[in-house]
């Protein structure tokens, strides 16, 4: 009698060796969440230009920012924090607990107490919860795909005490590991390591040695506010010195520098970045896509490579019933086969009743799912027989029977199903039949389908042998399965070539296999592939050179999935890694961009990748691609006019200083332009659909600068070209003889409309101007609506006119200032034809 482990043992065992838990990454609270969120190196420029403002007793700046400041906390918080009870839910899904013989009983315990040496009892349906050796088994196979990329379960046999423990994956071997799945029998086994000492633990071990760096937009982000904020000082420093050595006021001049520092100040690019990202994650998450990195959304969209395992995230890793056949016919299922021909219900009848009446096995749950759907008259005539004896698999024989005793009968019905080359031996075939039958394998085995064999047998009611070969079985047919391909992959694997992005399988499973579901989705090159045998003779730079032109690898361990990225990453390609299972957690971390699953994915997986697929759909990730490419064209929008307006406002301020002529820009001026241009950069532009030919257009270059020399000209031009629209209007004005403040109202709201076309010439760098106006998004009405209504009252509303130092504005007035913005409406349309 087996008396396994004694209380006491386990407690000192546990004390000893420590909890049967994974590594993985802390769970954090709402303080340490807030705390992250506030350490953010943009975050504190937006507080500290805040506190530059009420120190330079500039309250309503100072309250504007701290208020922006809150809403940008509030919106990162939430999306952290949403993240994070996903996360908590989609863990306590899976929180298995073990049946263990201690002091001689059945005894449940918490899997994470499980301890070397106890004796589980394991049956169909379990979650293996630690690694051990089975030394008692009926019919068991297992599910090893979370380790080892194959798709069909492995049988598993007794320990001969001398077989040492190896990797997972093979046949009739005695090892089980923490994290897979029983698919049918039952065992018993001794487990031999817990915790981070099992094979699903060593990976998630691995992953803390993976160093994860900034995002490329975030590094070109810092040191493009590092350059404005050295411009900024040097312009603030001209500005005290040319107004001091001018006018030879200095003290004057110390405050217009300020005045001029606030606004350069590039607090915009802290918005723009924090909120663009933020609400990119809202955005992806509407579409099933969680964020666990905000700014891994960016790097996304200029991903050229996805690396994607088939099973589970091409295949829906299930079984699917797909082609019968007899001795002289064969019959695939179309898509929505609505009824089995005749001569092909006996086979399927016979698969039936050598399977479990409740199945658990895949296989088994398909036979019996087709069957009730074609043959369920039959069942009628089953429901008195009575189900004798059943002869299990083995490591020797890898066929099952099931023998019935029916009422009607004067002899018992034996139903045999198992591989077809055993059953094949079972029916005593001829030369003959054994070669037509072998050419039918090979013609099913070439298309993918992983084949059953079925056979029938009548015998007497006496006593039954022993051994199942005993039986005269007769020949019935084949079933063949296949793991059928999500719907939507092929659309989607489409649109990814459409896009410039390659798609690379990666799968544990044989080449053949992964070869006939590449053809299915439409992979390129599919002829082509390596195994992970192939690829451990290869140096990095052999595999460097074979990885440019190989789309499948088979075969293949969980470690060369990292090198097959890290080769990748070596060739200057970004890399987006999908995958579910504990196999794909080192890969989806050092990827650029690690892509999980949340329905079927494991914790290990979750926690190493940036992005969770909530429905777990491949489509959703060429959807993610776009969302994260218009992100980046957004975002590279809103700086371009972020710089380009800067320009004439600053322009404006140092011009009347160099020529000795009236100041236009007073602290209060700039305060309301401030008021223009945050919400414009950070939601106007954040808003903006994108661009009709975003997917259609290859990947960014890895090395690509967010701001290239070409886009800093551009947008340096486009503010040039505003500021000497507004310094003509501004002369023209002094030639007219106007007072210092009708000059400043005609200067301020010409710079007011300029800015105006500066917006809607940015939003889209293809189309015509007039296109963008009609095809806009909502939020640039809104703001267009409101920068009228302010600047009418600014204008005509008298207390509002002197507290901004303006005149009132005259028919002739406003006709200056309609042609000068047309003017600039037309160059910026001829700009755009350049930069096109």
Request: aromatic share 8%; hydrophobic share 45%.
């Amino acid at each position: 009698m087996l008396t396994g482990l004694t209380t006491q043992e386990a407690i000192a065992k546990l004390k000893q060796d420590g909890l049967n838990e994974l590594p993985g990454e802390k769970r954090r609270n709402i303080f340490l969440i807030f705390w992250k969120i506030i350490q953010e190196p943009m975050l504190l420029l937006l507080v500290g230009c805040g506190v530059i403002y009420f120190l330079l007793s500039e309250p309503r700046d100072s309250i504007i920012l701290f208020s922006c400041t809150t809403l940008v906390i509030g919106i990162t918080f939430y999306q952290e924090r949403k993240t994070e009870r996903a996360l908590e839910a989609l863990k306590k899904l899976s929180n298995p607990k073990a049946l263990v013989i201690r002091d001689g009983e059945k005894i449940l315990v918490a899997s994470n107490e499980l301890v070397v040496g106890d004796i589980m009892v394991i049956q169909e349906g379990d979650r293996v919860p630690a690694d051990a050796v089975v030394f008692s088994a009926t019919n068991l196979t297992v599910d090893e795909s979370l380790l080892t990329g194959e798709s069909l379960a492995v049988r598993k046999s007794e320990w001969d005490k001398k077989l040492e423990a190896g990797r997972p994956g093979g046949e009739d071997l005695p090892f089980i590991y923490s994290g897979t799945l029983v698919v049918s029998g039952h065992g018993l086994a001794k487990v031999i390591q817990t915790g981070v000492r099992t094979e699903m633990g060593k990976i998630g071990k691995a992953l803390q040695g993976i160093k994860v760096g900034d995002t490329l937009l975030k590094k070109e982000t810092m040191r493009l506010v590092r350059w404005l904020a050295l411009a900024g000082l040097i312009l603030c420093s001209a500005v005290v010195i040319i107004y001091g050595l001018v006018k030879g006021d200095w003290l004057q001049g110390i405050l217009a520098g300020l005045t001029l520092s606030m606004s350069m100040l590039p607090e915009e690019f802290s918005v723009i970045l924090i909120i663009f990202l933020s609400l990119g994650a809202w955005r992806m998450s509407k579409r099933h896509v969680l964020t666990r990195n905000t700014a891994i959304t960016e790097t996304l969209g200029a991903a050229t490579v996805f690396c994607v395992d088939k099973t589970g995230t091409l295949t829906q890793n299930k079984m699917q019933l797909s082609a019968v056949c007899t001795a002289d016919h064969c019959h695939e299922f179309a898509e929505k086969e609505k009824s089995l021909p005749e001569n092909y219900h006996r086979l399927l009848e016979f698969a039936n009743l050598a399977s479990q009446k409740d199945p658990f096995d895949p296989l088994e749950k398909e036979i019996k799912r087709q069957a009730e759907k074609f043959i369920n008259h039959t069942a009628d005539k089953r429901k008195d027989w009575k189900l004798v004896k059943e002869y299990p698999l083995t490591k020797n024989l890898i066929a099952l029977s099931h023998v019935w005793e029916s009422p009607d009968e004067k002899n018992y019905i034996v139903a045999v199903k198992g591989a077809p080359e055993t059953i094949a031996d079972l029916c005593h075939l001829n030369k003959k039949e054994r070669d037509e039958l072998e050419n039918q394998i090979k013609k099913l085995a070439a298309k993918g389908f992983r084949l059953l064999g079925v056979a029938e047998a009548s015998q007497p009611k006496t006593n039954l042998p022993e051994d199942q070969r005993e039986f005269s079985f007769e020949f019935i047919g084949l079933l063949g399965f296949v793991d059928p391909i999500r719907p939507a992959v092929p659309k989607a694997l489409k649109e990814a070539y459409t896009a410039g992005i390659r798609v690379i399988m990666i799968t544990g499973d044989y080449p053949g296999t992964a070869q006939f579901i590449a053809k299915e989705i439409g992979l390129k090159n599919s002829e082509v592939f390596l195994t992970g045998a192939e690829i451990e003779k290869m140096s990095l730079d052999e595999l460097k050179e074979k990885i440019k032109i190989v789309n499948i690898f088979a075969r293949t361990m969980p470690e060369q999935k990292l090198i097959i990225v890290n080769a990748l990453k070596a060739n200057n390609e970004i890399v987006a890694m999908t995958g579910d299972g504990v196999n794909d957690a080192p890969a989806l971390k050092a990827a650029n961009v690690g892509v999980a699953m949340g329905l079927h994915g494991t914790d290990v997986a979750r926690e190493a990748a940036g992005l969770i697929l909530l429905d777990d759909d491949f489509s959703s990730i060429v959807s993610a691609t776009k969302m994260g490419r218009r992100i980046y064209d957004n975002l590279k929008k809103a700086m371009s006019y972020v710089i380009a307006i800067h320009i004439p406002i600053a322009g404006l301020a140092l011009f009347p200083l160099v020529l000795d002529l009236p100041i236009v820009l007073l602290p209060i001026h700039i305060a309301f332009l401030e008021l223009i241009i945050d919400p414009t950069c950070s939601i106007v532009f954040e808003a903006e659909a994108e661009e009709e030919n975003i997917m259609t257009r290859p990947p960014r270059k890895l090395n690509e600068a967010l701001f290239n020399t070409k886009t800093i000209l551009f947008s340096v031009l486009q503010g040039l070209s505003v500021l000497a629209v507004i310094i003509i209007v501004f002369l023209y004005a002094l030639h007219l003889g106007k007072n210092e403040a009708e000059v400043r109202t005609l200067t301020f709201v010409t710079l007011v409309f300029g800015n105006l076309m500066l917006i809607v010439s940015n939003l889209s760098w293809s189309k015509k101007l007039i296109k963008t106006f009609v095809t806009a998004n909502r939020t640039l009405w809104l703001v267009i609506s409101a920068v009228l209504i302010a600047t009418v009252s600014i204008l005509y509303v008298p207390m509002l006119r002197n507290m901004f130092r303006f005149a009132t504005v005259g028919f002739n007035d406003l006709l200056i200032i309609v042609v000068a913005v047309l003017l600039v409406a037309v160059w910026f349309e001829v700009l755009k034809v350049f930069k096109r």
